[in-house]
């Protein structure tokens, strides 16, 4: 039972994957975007939320 539970969860996590990924190109999208204008606040924003994401995504991947 218990592996049967473990293969469901890494399912599942891998069916995050392209929306992490979805994730993490609309935060490089804003980054740009922030760099573009100049505003430290939101680049600091996309980077630290860009960070998490990766994690995540490390996270996963590493199953």
Do not use: F, S
Request: aromatic letters at 4%; charged letters at 35%.
């Amino acid at each position: 039972m218990k592996y049967v539970l473990e293969t469901l969860r890494r399912e599942e996590e891998a069916a995050k994957l392209p929306v992490i990924r979805m994730e993490i190109d609309y935060e490089l999208l804003t980054l740009y975007d922030a760099m573009q204008d100049n505003d430290t606040v939101k680049i600091i924003r996309a980077k630290e939320k860009l960070h998490h994401l990766r994690n995540r995504l490390l996270k996963i991947q590493g199953n």
